[in-house]
């Protein structure tokens, strides 16, 4: 018998299928939110970072000389450059701490990530961090969603004695405050309904009393955010969800009709009518 689930990738996203449902991606779904109103001042900055570094080394120069249009495609590009390598180094920070817990000893050699993952095994000291949970897929076909989470560990909170378990998120970003995505992500993987394993297997999804992002940066000192769970951010998180639905639904109906017929004689304009019978 196949498994139930399956986690699949359609241009470098995954697809969350359980039950023969496709769900919304969790992180697809908090991409919703306030249309990111940060991505127009970023990607601005990010063109003009690329074209002042581009200027002063004469790339620009040569690139509209030989080509205007490819010229125009690559500072076009420069946001999404910036976002992929981004990602690429987050993937990798994830893969080789996941290397740590499993056997003690990771294989990179990039030394900005072994830096974060030193970091890592720093607050996992810091704060008594064990894991109960790493990269687990996590669905609530309830309300049809679905998201792999860093993990759930219990973790020992400054001036409490006994240990909260908390799902918990490892960002790499440049910043992690005020980003109301981030507080969705964590809602929706705490109130989630089921893990599913790779074998298609199922157990449910464990009680957590709290939240918590890991942010590690080559370029800063690492630090443990606690995130509030709440009421309120999940439904915040159930709206983008309904959001992504009714994007879906509205791209399978047919909201546009074909262009009106040119007015015969008879029913052109009433100034077109008077202008003639003058």
């Not at 940060?38 to 040569?62: F, Q, T």
């Not at 759930?152 to 440049?174: H, Y």
């Not at 405050?177 to 449910?204: C, F, R, S």
């Amino acid at each position: 018998m196949p498994p139930r689930t399956a986690v699949k990738k359609k241009s470098g996203k995954r697809r969350y299928i359980r039950n023969e449902q496709e769900h919304v991606n969790v992180t697809g779904a908090t991409s919703m939110w306030g249309n990111g109103p940060w991505k127009i001042p970023y990607g601005a900055k990010r063109v003009a970072e690329d074209a002042m570094e581009a200027i002063a080394s004469g790339k620009l120069d040569a690139l509209y000389d030989a080509d205007q249009d490819a010229c125009l495609k690559w500072l076009k590009g420069a946001p999404y450059r910036d976002r992929d390598a981004a990602a690429t180094k987050g993937t990798k920070v994830h893969e080789a701490y996941e290397q740590i817990l499993k056997t003690g000893i990771t294989k990179t050699d990039d030394e900005d990530i072994l830096k974060m993952v030193d970091d890592l095994c720093a607050l996992t000291d810091r704060y008594n961090i064990k894991w109960e949970r790493s990269e687990q897929t996590v669905f609530h076909s309830t309300d049809g969603w679905a998201g792999t989470m860093d993990g759930v560990v219990t973790m020992t909170f400054p001036g409490e004695d006994a240990p909260r378990r908390c799902v918990v998120d490892i960002k790499t970003s440049r910043s992690v405050q005020g980003k109301h995505e981030y507080v969705m992500q964590l809602n929706a993987l705490a109130n989630g309904e089921v893990i599913v394993h790779d074998d298609g297997t199922e157990e449910p999804m464990p009680a957590v009393d709290g939240a918590v992002i890991l942010h590690v940066r080559p370029d800063k000192e690492p630090e443990a955010v606690p995130v509030q769970l709440s009421e309120e951010s999940y439904r915040d998180f159930k709206l983008c969800v309904a959001m992504v639905y009714a994007e879906q639904a509205a791209d399978d109906r047919i909201t546009f009709l074909p262009p009106l017929a040119n007015p015969d004689d008879d029913t052109a304009l009433l100034t077109e009518r008077k202008s003639e019978s003058e």
